[in-house]
């Protein structure tokens, strides 16, 4: 009913953040500022104290202790997602995500048109 509250699955909010963090990552520059790189390692540090599972937090507190951010460039940022992402699908039991393919699944962000005005978001795979 109207009053009623509408809880967020754990599935539902890591399905939208993976989303999000992959879409960062594959839209991340080649040759990122030294500001970029600090809010890229302070987005992926923040997750362990902010990201709203506690069961979750302190999983990915040690796997980020064991494998720190790699944000030198986009290709390493991508893999180390991919990675990380990976050590939680091991903790879960799913199976794990061929690496290889991390471009064509996550690379189809197109939230800018071809005149660079935004165009809104899409995907394209
Ligand atoms: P998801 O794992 O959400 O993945 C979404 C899609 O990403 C997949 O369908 C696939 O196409 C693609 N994908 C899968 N693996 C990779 C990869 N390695 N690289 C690139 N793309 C990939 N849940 C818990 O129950 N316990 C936890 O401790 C926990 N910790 C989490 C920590 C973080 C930081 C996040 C973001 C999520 C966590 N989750 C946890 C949620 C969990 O990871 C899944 O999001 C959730 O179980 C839904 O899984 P899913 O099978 O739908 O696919």
């Known amino acids: 009913?109207?009053?009623?509250?509408?809880?967020?699955?754990?599935?539902?909010?890591?399905?939208?953040t993976w989303l999000l963090l992959h879409s960062i990552a594959s839209q991340y520059?080649?040759?990122p500022t030294e500001r970029e790189k600090r809010d890229a390692k302070n987005l992926i540090n923040a997750m362990a104290t902010l990201y709203p599972c506690k069961e979750c937090q302190t999983h990915f507190k040690t796997v980020i202790e064991r494998n720190p951010p790699e944000v030198d460039s986009s290709v390493s940022f991508q893999e180390w997602m991919c990675k990380v992402h990976n050590a939680v699908n091991e903790k879960l039991g799913k199976e794990l995500f061929d690496c290889a393919k991390i471009d064509e699944r996550w690379g189809g962000v197109e939230c800018f048109g071809e005149d660079g005005n935004d165009g809104g978001c899409s995907f394209e795979n």
Not at 8 to 14: P, Q, T, Y
């Open 29 to 31: 520059p080649d040759e």
């Open 1 to 16: 009913g109207a009053s009623s509250t509408e809880y967020v699955s754990k599935e539902d909010l890591g399905r939208a």
